[in-house]
């Protein structure tokens, strides 16, 4: 028999120590959390203490069998880091949790459960829209200090994007975020669940299931006329007021766009939602990079959480606020009702991707499905829950009801001939090429070597062809756009509902007083195919500055291939 390791008692000793030392704590803890503080000891990068900073290290070990899934430390709120203008107070921090009263989420729908609803907006009677109203007026009536009100729902928002939560030692210092990774589907999947409980049981309905602002389709790329009734609990003075019906929406919008006549923002429309739904077939372009305990913060954002998640977001936002607040930044974006009809289409996009084809599954990551996070519900319980809990929509008790897709049939169109492309790229070739990393302060073109070419169908299949931005770096505070454009002529630059334009990195401003060190991935196999591009040796890249010209920084530009 083997003799226990003499670390053994010192281990439990620890723990004994920090549970007798509770009491003294001016907070909640658990003996959980005081063991998850031990085991978090266990794991030391090899480049000391995580910081804030853009120099943490990426490259740490994914093998090691502890486990680098996220769970924060919410016994401590710090002030939201939030832009310098801001139009509020840095308090994001929603009702002080009890750890004492914390329960596990366990409440599945059973098998044979009638599954709850969400309907689109423009298909709502008024009957509905009433009881929606109802509820978000009510839950605005509540106490400021109740988990459960407008308000503090607000603040949970703000503290889960802003900062306001940190993890656990040796990452105390590193300020969390859930946008721009794999968290940003699965945190925002369970926000909204329980924003739809708590509005269910306000009104005193609990198959009540939460709309969506159904901006994909032909018969809603407006805002819904429910949210633009002065007299109605869903109206919020804070709204860009050119863009009020009948407005059509435009679902790559940058401040500063010029508007184009509606049957072509129509187009525009579709094809963008084909390109950010069916050409992101990977689980990491489709979802964002992952994002493991000790690694850098933002990694890299999904397709469609830059464009329509965040352009709609900015969309929506005020002219003439500082920061297009409420909805055009992370901070506010939850005191605007119409953010929860916005997100509810967002998390139907998740639903719908699963089911295009090619494969198309989440990740089977031990960090990611056990990654945690902490709401209240209905009844005013603080529930943790699992990313693992949440992928299957239909144990969570709802579905989407059907509506047509039209971008399913709207695929991008090339109108350059290939011989102009190859012109354009031999123009470049010849000429002094830029060299990087460069600053982004003009239109610019790199060419990019392709590490393969004529790939088989089953390579195809196995692995997408990804053009990769590395080493994208701008301040926090910073509003950036800048669009991406493959083979195509700086001339003549082609448009959103044109093959080349193959998609746009997005951020809103955040927060002052860091930088971001962040990514952007697009895939190229049926880009380059439709091109008739399969057989070049490199791709001419084009990268076109819409905001924060001459303030973001490109680290490297690659061409790397990933498994479907």
Known sequence: MKTPSKFLPLFFALILFLFLSIPLLNTDFSLSTAIKIICRRTYKPSHGLATTSNQRDRNI???????????????ECFPAV???????????????????????????ASPNATLRVRKPFHLLDEEYIAKFEKGIALMKALPDDDPRSFIQQAKVHCAYCNGAYHFYYPFQETEFDVHSSWFF???????????????????????????????????????PSCFTNPNSSLFHQLRNQKHLPPHVIDLNYAVGNIDVPSHQQVLYNLVTMYKQMVLASTTELFMGSPFRLGDNPRPGIGSVEAAP????????????????????????????PIFYGHHSNLDRMWAIWKTLGEGRKE?????????????YDENANFVRVKVRDCIDNKKLGYVYQDVDLAWLRTPPTSRKSKLLRQKKKAQVLSSKPRKLPLVLDSITSVIVKRPKKLRSREEKEEEEEVLVIEGIEFGSDKYVKFDVHV???EERLSNPDETEFVGSFVHLYHGHGHNISTSFKVGLSKVLENLEAEEDDDVLVTL??????GEVTLGNIKIEFMPR
């Open 61 to 75: 070990d994914h093998s090691s069998s502890i486990s680098r899934a996220i769970s924060l430390n919410i016994s």
């Open 82 to 108: 939030l832009p310098s203008n801001a139009i509020t107070g840095t308090d994001c921090c929603p009702y002080k949790p009890s750890f004492s009263k914390l329960i596990d989420f366990k409440d599945f």
């Open 185 to 223: 589907f699965p945190f925002h999947r369970w926000y909204i669940y329980f924003f739809e409980r708590i509005l269910g049981n306000l009104i005193g309905d609990p198959d009540f299931a939460l709309p969506f602002w159904n901006w994909d389709s032909i018969e809603a790329m407006q805002m």
């Open 309 to 336: 998640h965040n352009t709609v977001h900015t969309w929506v936002g005020g002219a003439d606020t500082p920061n297009h607040e409420d909805m055009g930044t992370f901070y506010t974006a939850a005191r605007d």
């Open 363 to 375: 990740y089977n990551d031990q960090d990611w499905l056990d990654s945690e996070f902490f709401f």
């Open 487 to 489: 083979d195509d002529d």
């Open 544 to 549: 076109v500055p819409r905001m924060g010209k």
